[in-house]
């Protein structure tokens, strides 16, 4: 009986497994002490061990509870020994660096496969961001974007999707580029809508960026160029006069180049044209105020709407004889005309300065000989020439 008795006991003693630092474990967690720490029966040696708070997660927690409780069992691995005869347990293990080390297997396989993670970005530092991808990952400032960021403050607990550029797991060194995806993501929607639309189809954007010469505008992951010219049938000086960025714009498609990845874009073209409804606009009769844009040998272009210029003849800018319209306007001046007569089909508007102003009795009208213009103007010879050569 004595024999079995020693017996039994030596094959318990055998069971017991020895712990050693670094050895990974299993350990039931008995109690919680005042939430800073988990004290656990490591499962099979016959012996406890302690959790400190710092150990439990890779990922900042305030309790023990937040991450375990009594009851759970839970691989964990040995850090040191802290003596037999220390309160608590014997040894000092950690839950933190068993789920680290899991962590990083899986991103190494991710690396290889040369698949995308996502991961929420914890902090914001000088150089770029810090993501919590399990274990800390960095991106450099220069891979967040494909464009420049003066300000990452706005990227702090967003998630974002990542390429694993660098991987060192014993230097836990993780860099990650968020510009990578960008930019495969992009190229694949530019492909996509390159296929999907063409010249003269009219779709929906927004503003991305103003340059001096124009906007960019988003059109879904891929930009297209609208001239400043193909802002709006007014002149416009600089795009920032116009629009701003974020603004929602219809644009109509002017061009497509995929070789140079080129996308002209218009913004006037989906308006109404300037010259649209202009017999309604401008009746004859009508009193218009208007900006002298040109002058001519033969008269003044005056804009009297949005795009819309009509001329005011040599004859008809004073009832005083001058020689030149020069002597009596310059660019840029604003001056109240009368319209004489329009034409919508020709583009077409007459206009009068002294038909508005009185004439002195002792002004005569002197017949005056007139030079062909040089330029096409879409006025006809007989319009130049004018059809009043004599007193109102």
């Not at 190494?108 to 929420?120: C, H, L, S, T, V």
């Not at 109509?252 to 606009?281: A, C, F, H, M, Q």
């Amino acid at each position: 009986m004595a024999e079995q008795n020693n017996e039994e006991m030596l094959n318990a003693m055998a069971s017991v497994q020895e712990v050693k630092v670094g050895d990974l474990v299993k350990g039931e967690v008995l109690t919680v002490d005042d939430n800073k720490q988990a004290i656990v029966g490591i499962i099979g040696a016959g012996v406890e061990g302690v959790i400190p708070l710092k150990e439990l997660s890779t990922i900042p927690v305030d309790n023990v509870t937040d991450i375990v409780n009594i009851g759970d069992v839970i691989d964990l691995v040995v850090i040191s020994e802290i003596g037999k005869d220390k309160e608590n347990g014997s040894y000092l293990l950690s839950k933190r660096r068993v789920d680290a080390k899991k962590v990083w297997e899986d991103i190494e396989k991710a690396f290889e496969a040369g698949e995308i993670i996502e991961a929420p970005v914890t902090d914001v530092v000088k150089g770029g961001l810090v993501i919590d991808a399990g274990v800390r990952g960095f991106v450099p400032a220069s891979m967040v974007e494909d464009h420049f960021v003066s300000d990452f403050e706005d990227y702090k607990g967003k998630t974002l999707a990542y390429k694993i550029i660098e991987i060192e797991p014993s230097e836990n060194r993780l860099i990650l580029s968020h510009r990578a995806v960008v930019e495969v993501e992009k190229e694949a929607a530019k492909k996509e809508l390159m296929e999907k639309i063409g010249a003269g189809d009219v779709v929906e954007g927004t503003v991305a960026r103003l340059t001096n010469f124009g906007a960019f505008i988003d059109l879904g992951g891929v930009d297209g160029l609208v001239h400043v010219s193909e802002i709006s049938y007014s002149h416009v000086d600089k795009p920032e006069d116009a629009l701003t960025v974020g603004d929602k714009v219809t644009v109509k498609v002017l061009s497509i180049d995929p070789e140079k990845d080129r996308i002209s874009l218009s913004i006037k073209e989906t308006l109404p044209g300037p010259w649209d409804n202009i017999e309604e606009r401008a009746a004859v009769d009508s009193i218009l105020e208007g900006t002298v844009n040109r002058l001519t040998s033969f008269g003044a272009f005056v804009e009297v709407l949005p795009g819309v210029e009509g001329l005011v003849h040599i004859s008809q800018i004073s009832h005083k004889h001058i020689a030149t319209p020069h002597e009596a306007l310059q660019e840029g001046q604003v001056v109240t005309v009368k319209v004489l007569d329009v034409s919508e089909e020709n583009k077409r508007i007459g206009l009068s300065i002294k038909a508005l102003e009185e004439k002195e009795e002792d002004e005569v009208v002197v017949e005056e000989t007139y030079e062909m213009p040089e330029e096409s103007t879409g006025f006809t010879l007989g319009d130049v020439i004018g059809n009043d050569l004599k007193e109102d």
